[in-house]
């Protein structure tokens, strides 16, 4: 009786194994966090889903920093926060759902195409974007979102030194509602990003610029590899701005490389401003 006993926990056993080799969601996209909070939404309220897989560089120390800050802003600013690294999420279905979606440090390619779609048509249906710092790389080979989401498409960082405290000058439009309440000026440390141009000249609303005087932009390394990213922005360098995508509206910052910079009081406003601007339909994004 025991020798069946034991072959049938060993078949049994088996099952598991195979179960969750061959039947699992795909490790690429699971979530680390519970995803179930999705379908208890209430559309009357403000909801945010915070999004934070990365499968290219992985802020090891800001994304979680991030989500921190997020649900202290959650608690603060009553906003029902979702959080996930799980791309299942991305239907049309569960989309509907949240007023602002936020990619924490999000690299390389996360979504699938029919994910992609989804995306695509829930910020162009007049849904809302904040992405900051890495979501903002070239890791992820998608056209539709470096043209009309980003507006912007990566070239380097500065290596030597890779961080720098530069003074943030503010630019920003009155059509953004927060214009006032932000600092018109701020000096901050950060892995400043470098674009080819400018995202002005793709139509994008500039809030703050970087003034590179007595800075350096250089990407090359110490042993004079990548050479061809010794260059810098010169005079406009934007580094927070935001752009009309169809009926949507989607605000970037290339701030946040590390954990301490989402304890900035500065930073902590402008990201909450971001939110609540991207989420609200009341205020329109105005070409």
């Known amino acids: 009786m025991k020798k069946y006993s034991i072959a049938f926990l060993g078949i049994l056993l088996l099952f598991f194994v195979v ?18 909070a999705v379908l208890n939404l209430n559309q009357a309220d403000f909801n945010v889903l915070l999004y934070s897989k990365a499968n290219g560089w992985v802020h090891e120390d800001a994304i979680p920093a991030a989500k921190e800050l997020f649900r202290s802003l959650a608690k603060e ?9 799980n791309s299942l999420i991305y239907t049309p279905e569960q ?4 007023d602002v979606v936020v990619w924490n440090n999000v690299t390389g390619n996360t979504l699938d195409e029919t994910q992609r779609a989804a995306f695509k048509n829930y910020l162009e249906g007049g849904g809302g974007f904040v992405g900051f710092h890495g979501s903002g790389d070239n890791s992820r080979q998608w ?35 927060a214009c006032e309440a932000l600092p018109l000026q ?13 995202p002005r ?21 110490e042993d004079g590899t990548l050479e061809d990213k010794n260059f810098g922005m010169g ?25 301490d910079y989402y304890k900035s009081p500065n930073y902590i406003q402008l990201l909450t401003e971001a939110v609540n601007w991207a989420g609200n339909p009341l205020q329109n994004c105005t070409l």
């Not at 989309?95 to 949240?98: D, G, I, K, Q, S």
């Open 235 to 259: 005079e406009d360098h934007p580094i927070v701005w935001y752009n009309c995508v169809g009926k949507g509206k989607a605000f970037y910052s290339a701030l946040g490389h590390k954990a």
């Open 201 to 221: 000249k793709k139509g994008a609303h500039i809030l703050y610029t970087l003034d590179e005087t007595d800075m350096v932009m250089s990407g090359v390394l």
């Open 77 to 85: 600013n009553s906003w029902n926060l979702t959080v996930t690294d």
């Open 95 to 98: 989309l509907a759902f949240f």
């Open 186 to 198: 701020w000096d901050q440390e950060e892995e400043w990003y470098v674009f080819y141009d400018s």
């Open 143 to 177: 056209e539709w979102y470096y043209e009309e989401v980003i507006r912007a498409e990566f070239s380097h960082h500065p290596m030597v030194p890779q961080f720098q405290i530069g003074t943030l000058n503010k630019e920003c439009p009155e059509r953004f509602p």
């Open 19 to 36: 179960k969750n080799t061959f039947l699992a969601p795909d490790t690429d996209h699971q979530n680390s966090e519970s995803q179930s």
